[in-house]
Nanobody
Framework: QVQLVESGGGLVQAGGSLRLSCAAS????????VGWFRQAPGKEREFVVH????????YYADSVKGRFTVSRDNAKNTVYLQMNSLKPEDTAVYYC?????????????????WGQGTQVTVSS
């Protein structure tokens, strides 16, 4: 099993940027496709972005397309989420999740390994 730890969250003003990291241990992250999800208070956990094992394929939720960029450095066993032009509605706990095989990238049930989350708060 792979263990995932997110970091990089914090408080930022609207229009600002943050970069989240998802560090893997236990197994090499190159064996896994990775998704980022987020959950705002009182709301369902929602899909943000997916990146394939090689990094060659990415898939974004419409709400973040053009503002967020996912990348991975398999040599560092880490996946990144660069978030630009942040909006107050991006405020949530952000989770990374890993799966060896993914058919429906936006589906939470596809991912068996989850991190503990990191809080992102965007002030207006």
């Amino acid at each position: 099993q792979v263990q995932l730890v997110e970091s990089g969250g914090g408080l930022v003003q609207a229009g600002g940027s943050l970069r989240l990291s998802c560090a893997a241990s236990g197994r090499t992250v190159s064996m896994y496709a990775v998704g980022w999800f987020r959950q705002a208070p009182g709301k369902e956990r929602e899909f943000v972005v997916h990146i394939s094992r090689s990094g060659g394929m990415t898939y974004y939720a419409d709400s973040v397309k053009g503002r967020f960029t996912v990348s991975r450095d398999n040599a560092k066993n880490t996946v990144y989420l660069q978030m630009n032009s942040l909006k107050p509605e991006d405020t949530a706990v952000y989770y990374c999740a890993a799966a060896e095989r993914v058919v429906f990238p936006s589906s939470r049930s596809e991912y068996k390994n989850w991190g503990q989350g990191t809080q992102v708060t965007v002030s207006s």
